[in-house]
């Protein structure tokens, strides 16, 4: 039996900007903006086609009540879900959701975030010190403040080192096999023109990197950069008059675990072993159907638990799975085509650039990254200190 | 800096963690129970979160526990605790049935690996209260 939300919705339009300085000029409203008005354009639709506003990010408190203004735009559904980094996959769940049921027509997600320029500027950068220090004033104590701050946990790179080093011991996964996660994103960096990172580099190099927290080096982790993306998704039915391929929406699924890392369940599974099989089920395939993988990559780590949960190898066997570069070029699983995080942009939650790369790929886009053929695409976010998960899949017209 | 400054935060008191902070002034490890279930939890909460009952009872914890993961910080994770470095931050099984975060004292911070048991011990605070940390027991 079909899923009723399978594939009534699609993505029609996208945009994203990063750049190899890592650096991009103007406000994070105004590159919004700009996200927003690129990606109208790519699918041949107008800022008054526009009904639906999802934004987890951007505002001070009312995030999408905050961007519609500053747009113009006067929506019949809105959305500001924050689940960290995972936010975009579960604003593109929510969207389709309200299309299949003829809530809104037209949506937009977006993001912009400027942490490497704001550093230089001496502004806070990355982090949640601003968010704490608010609640801290209001008189409200976070357990984190209470129960983790203390103990000097380096955030966010300790709580995913913790998980690698429980994997680790319990799986005897190594840190050579960690390094190749970043070996094999980085020869895709090499081919994207726009990514911070395009030298190539081995697994020796990883491993001579600093530590930013053990097991994890310095290479193991992602940039921190500015950047900005959009999505537009419409009906599956308007998708076909557009200007571009329209990206079905297949299925989607989310979950979260815990909020702070000393909550997680169990250190080497994360909510993907629910977000995963969602997708896969309301897709109607497996992950042996699945063409090209975006998938969180904030650390190695990251993307090892991801491989498991999402059923693309069995758990506790993701180090041996990545040993022979399948996530590389001409690899049997393509993962994170454009340098993800650990090398083409990150700019604090990288998920909306999942979504972007995943559309580029199933229509094609992609010159000398392209996979060739692709016709189902996953978009997996992880968000938090892998507290939440989301996942989107995607196919083509074929896939309908 | 002179040689007395604090080297580690002293976080401020939640009300459902207070009877915890409490006890630290004496180096007594105490932990919520749920009156309704008759199971432990941590981090101190209002209501038990395995069955939302209202009724939290403390009692004492023998403090021992297994090291459930551990990552060595190079660098500190706040300018007070540069003179700690390099120190190892961990998650403890404690044998009465939680996990909490913390750190092992007293050792190379490479040797607080995952597996080894630990015991309870305690860092002062400014204030007289005490944060509980770890050194290896086996």
Not at chain 2, 5 to 31: D, H, I, K, N, Q
Request: net charge negative; with cysteine; glycine share 10%.
């Amino acid at each position: 039996m079909t899923d009723p939300f399978r594939g009534r919705a699609a993505i029609v339009g996208v945009a994203d900007a990063a750049s190899p300085t890592g650096e991009l000029v103007g406000t994070t409203r105004a590159l919004e903006a700009a996200m927003v008005r690129e990606a109208l354009a790519d699918a041949g639709l107008a800022l008054t086609d526009v009904d639906g506003v999802f934004a987890g990010t951007g505002g001070t408190f009312m995030h999408s009540m905050e961007l519609a203004e500053y747009l113009g735009i006067q929506p019949r559904w809105t959305d500001s879900t924050q689940t960290g980094g995972s936010s975009f996959e579960v604003l593109c769940e929510h969207a389709a959701a309200a299309i299949a049921l003829g809530r809104c027509e037209v949506a937009i997600i977006t993001y912009a975030a400027t942490p490497r320029s704001s550093f230089k500027r001496g502004g806070p950068g990355f982090g949640g010190g601003a968010q704490r220090a608010a609640a801290l004033a209001a008189g409200v104590v976070p357990p984190m403040v209470e129960w983790e701050l203390p103990f000097g946990m380096r955030t966010p790179m300790g709580a995913y080192a913790l998980a690698a080093s429980r994997h680790m011991a319990q799986y005897g996964t190594t840190s050579e096999q960690l390094a190749q996660i970043a070996v094999s994103t980085r020869r895709w960096a090499a081919r994207n023109p726009r990514a911070r990172l395009q030298e190539l580099i081995t697994i020796d190099e990883v491993l001579a990197s600093p530590y930013e927290a053990t097991p994890l080096h310095k290479l193991e982790c992602c940039l921190v950069t500015d950047g900005a993306g959009a999505v537009v998704l419409t009906s599956a039915e308007r998708a076909r008059d557009l200007a571009r391929p329209p990206v079905l929406v297949l299925g989607a699924g989310t979950s979260h675990t815990h909020s702070m890392i000393s909550q997680m369940p169990d250190l080497t599974v994360t909510a993907g072993t629910v977000s995963g099989p969602a997708a896969f089920a309301q897709a109607g395939i497996g992950p042996d159907d699945v063409d090209v993988l975006e998938t969180y990559d904030s650390f190695t780590i990251t993307v090892l638990l991801a491989l498991e949960d999402l059923g693309f190898c069995p758990k506790g066997d993701g180090g041996a799975f990545v040993a022979d570069d399948p996530l590389g070029p001409g690899g049997s699983l393509p993962a994170n085509t454009n340098g993800g995080g650990l090398a083409y942009t990150h700019p604090g939650m990288y998920g909306i650039f999942l979504l972007v790369e995943a559309v580029r790929q199933l229509r094609g886009e992609c010159g000398d990254r392209q996979v060739p053929g692709a016709e189902v695409a996953v978009a997996h976010g992880c968000g938090g200190v892998l507290s939440s998960t989301s996942t989107i899949v995607l196919g083509t017209e074929a896939t309908r | 800096m002179s040689d007395d400054a604090p080297t580690r935060f002293a976080p401020p008191t939640s009300p459902a963690g207070a009877p915890f902070w409490e006890a630290s002034r004496e180096r007594r490890l105490v932990l919520p129970w749920c009156d309704g279930c008759a199971r432990p939890h941590w981090y101190p909460r209002e209501v038990c979160p395995h069955c939302l009952a209202p009724d939290v009872s403390w009692r004492p914890s023998d403090g021992r526990g297994t090291i459930y993961a551990a990552s060595v910080m190079p660098k500190p994770a706040m300018p007070m605790m540069a003179s700690l470095v390099p120190y190892v931050v961990v998650l403890v099984d404690l044998d009465d049935g939680v996990r909490l975060m913390s750190n092992v004292i007293g050792c190379e911070p490479r040797a607080a690996s995952v597996g080894r048991r630990v015991r309870a011990a305690w860092e002062p605070l400014e204030d007289g209260r005490h944060l509980l940390v770890f050194e290896l027991d086996d």
